[in-house]
Nanobody, 121 residues
Framework: QVQLVESGGGLVQAGGSLRLSCVASGTFFSINRMGWYRQAPGKQRELVAVITSGGTTNYADSVKGRFTISRDTDKNTVHLQMSSLKPEDTAVYHC???????????????WGKGTLVTVSS
């Protein structure tokens, strides 16, 4: 199994910055992509950014140019550097990983419990 633990959320003023981190632990064979999703009150969970094991990244249009995702494969860690934050970025940010627990079992998605980011105007 894979456990994901996020950190780095908090309260910040509009225009400010925050850096989220997520560490994967447990027993697994490999992790393919890792990423961040967010869920604002009353809204569905949405993709923020993902990064593959090869370093390919993909961002939601709403965060392009403001957020940067990075990954330390050796440490099974993914980071999200968020800049120029807006009140509409307020949400619970969840870490996601698509991992294989063994070579014989199909991969699956794992989720962290989330960390709250609040951006005040």
């Amino acid at each position: 199994q894979v456990q994901l633990v996020e950190s780095g959320g908090g309260l910040v003023q509009a225009g400010g910055s925050l850096r989220l981190s997520c560490v994967a632990s447990g027993t697994f064979f490999s992790i393919n992509r890792m990423g961040w999703y967010r869920q604002a009150p009353g809204k569905q969970r949405e993709l923020v950014a993902v990064i593959t094991s090869g370093g390919t990244t993909n961002y939601a249009d709403s965060v392009k140019g403001r957020f940067t995702i990075s990954r330390d494969t050796d440490k099974n860690t993914v980071h999200l550097q968020m800049s120029s934050l807006k009140p509409e970025d307020t949400a619970v940010y969840h870490c996601n990983a698509f991992a294989y627990v063994s070579m014989l079992v199909a991969g699956m998605d794992y989720w962290g419990k989330g960390t709250l980011v609040t951006v005040s105007s």
